[in-house]
């Protein structure tokens, strides 16, 4: 099923690049947030950890040239050390509920790198419209094994 989630994910959100304009947070991650949407937490906790790692990066952009493809290397190697922090330090050590896992390390830092693009709020409402879409297809027998 995530297989399929995740092929829906790449053709919707191609689709909204090229008729809307508007960048899904990367093209995989509106599936694997789809896939997790009955864990709210994991959702929120992924979607606060790629507004964070955006933040970070426009904070370092101060400092450093970032642009391109240096951009999106910092923002997913941020995204992997921060969620490996996160679920190390606080979710493992402090016996915080496992509901607040991050999917992915990748997922948050490509959500960020299209933060970075078209801003926070678009990003945002367009990869939970297109995983909630994605959602739906799952359970309306749509997308099946």
Known sequence: MLHSAVALSIILGFVSIEFLGLLPGGIVSAGYLAFFFEQPY????????????CYAVKLLQNFLI???RRRFMLTVLLSIILSAVIENNFIYVSGISQDFRIIGYIIPGLIANDM????????????????????????MGVLTR
């Open 66 to 68: 970032i642009y391109g």
């Open 42 to 53: 994991r959702v929120v906790s992924t979607l606060l950890l790629a507004i964070a790692t």
């Open 116 to 139: 970075q693009k078209q801003g926070v709020i678009k990003t945002l409402l367009t990869v939970l419209i297109i995983s909630f879409a994605i959602f739906l297809c799952m359970h």
